[in-house]
């Protein structure tokens, strides 16, 4: 038997007024996996997952959470999705304990259930010494943190993650993405909104990509992902690089690296083959910018 998608979602649309933040939204994301939600801002992506959470109804369209329909079936939902909104809500004076406990009561945990609860997630998301402490003298990266754990307190099995990363320092943002790959390797379905490329090409095994309220169709993806794209090359020796790439189309320098067209992997493994074999001393050989990156460029340029 096929797994049942943990999110799927066809032709789903939402507006405010006059705004039309969702037109035409239609993907699906897989247990196990992280799922990448890639957009500009405005593009729709924090209403899409206000959609998906039950906190907000769609004019049209379907939505299903592991089967189950938001919008007639909304206890359900709610009690298989974990939602990490982009801004902590205002609970400033509970203690970060306290703010979790209260979370754990309200899905109806017992009280002692919800202390340990409370105690192993501060422990998860490295909170610990915060524990006592009221919520307001977070910093912004640690506010993420709590609000993360927040969203894990019943042990979801579907998770939206509204711009998780967005605030933490490059070593928050690891711990982040080792625990996000965790809960995917436990079955959790993760979908994860961005306008960062970088950030969310280091935590995605998919992308979906979303621009004025509209996801890119699939193919559009693939045919974006298949365009030359560039990689950079680097040498302990500048000049024998350039008398080896001469007659190549597009070379250009940066910062004493050569970023040259290379159509896909195969051909990038051959070229790197013809520099190794004229004697050319290569340090550095990869592609210039993330795959996500190259996709979604090529996205906008052909018009998404
Ligand atoms: N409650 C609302 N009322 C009116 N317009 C809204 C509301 N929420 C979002 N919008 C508009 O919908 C569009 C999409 O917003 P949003 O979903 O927040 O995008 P993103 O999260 O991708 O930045 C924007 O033009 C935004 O101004
Ligand atoms: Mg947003």
């Known amino acids: 038997m096929p797994t049942e998608p943990g999110i799927a979602v066809e032709g789903v649309r939402?507006?405010?007024?006059?705004?039309?933040?969702?037109?035409?939204?239609?993907?699906?994301?897989?247990?196990?996996?992280?799922?990448?939600l890639i957009g500009p801002n405005g593009a729709g992506k924090t209403t899409l997952l206000l959609l998906l959470a039950s906190l907000l109804q769609p004019d049209g369209g379907s939505i299903r959470i592991l089967g189950h329909d938001p919008v007639r079936d909304t206890a359900a939902v709610r009690s298989l999705i974990g939602w990490m909104p982009d801004t902590l809500g205002s609970w400033a004076t509970l203690s970060c304990r306290a703010?979790?406990?209260?979370?754990?009561?309200?899905?109806?945990?017992?009280?002692?259930?919800?202390?340990?609860?409370?105690?192993e997630l501060l422990d998860l998301v490295g909170l610990t010494e915060f524990t006592g402490r009221p919520?307001?003298?977070?910093?912004?990266?640690?506010?993420?943190?709590?609000?993360?754990?927040?969203?894990?307190?019943?042990?979801?099995?579907?998770?939206?993650?509204?711009?998780?990363?967005s605030g933490l320092d490059p070593a928050a943002r690891v711990e982040l993405r080792v625990l996000l790959r965790g809960l995917a390797a436990d079955g959790c379905t993760i979908l994860v909104s961005s306008?960062?490329?970088?950030e969310l090409e280091e935590v995605t095994d998919d992308a979906v990509f979303m621009a004025a309220g509209e996801t890119v169709a699939t193919d559009r993806v693939q045919r974006?992902?298949?365009?030359?794209?560039?990689?950079?090359?680097?040498?302990l020796?500048?000049?024998?690089?350039?008398?080896?790439?001469?007659?190549?189309?597009?070379?250009?320098?940066?910062?004493?690296?050569?970023?040259?067209?290379?159509?896909?992997?195969?051909?990038?493994?051959?070229l790197l083959a013809e520099l190794v074999r004229s004697g050319v001393p290569?340090?550095?050989?990869?592609?210039?910018?993330?795959?996500?990156?190259?996709?979604?460029l090529e996205l906008e340029r052909s018009g998404a």
Request: net charge positive; no cysteine.
């Open 237 to 270: 020796d500048e000049a024998a690089l350039d008398t080896a790439l001469a007659g190549r189309a597009g070379v250009r320098p940066e910062r004493g690296d050569r970023l040259v067209p290379v159509d896909g992997e195969r051909a990038a493994a051959d």
């Open 282 to 296: 290569v340090t550095g050989f990869g592609p210039a910018v993330g795959e996500l990156e190259t996709t979604f």
């Open 14 to 36: 939402r507006a405010f007024g006059p705004v039309h933040a969702v037109r035409d939204v239609t993907f699906t994301a897989p247990p196990g996996a992280v799922t990448g």
């Open 195 to 198: 306008h960062d490329l970088a």
């Open 224 to 235: 974006a992902q298949s365009r030359v794209r560039e990689w950079r090359i680097r040498s």
């Open 135 to 165: 919520t307001r003298v977070l910093s912004r990266g640690q506010k993420q943190k709590l609000s993360l754990a927040r969203a894990l307190v019943h042990r979801p099995r579907v998770l939206l993650l509204d711009e998780p990363a």
């Open 99 to 119: 703010s979790l406990t209260t979370s754990g009561r309200m899905y109806g945990m017992p009280k002692p259930a919800a202390a340990a609860r409370a105690a």
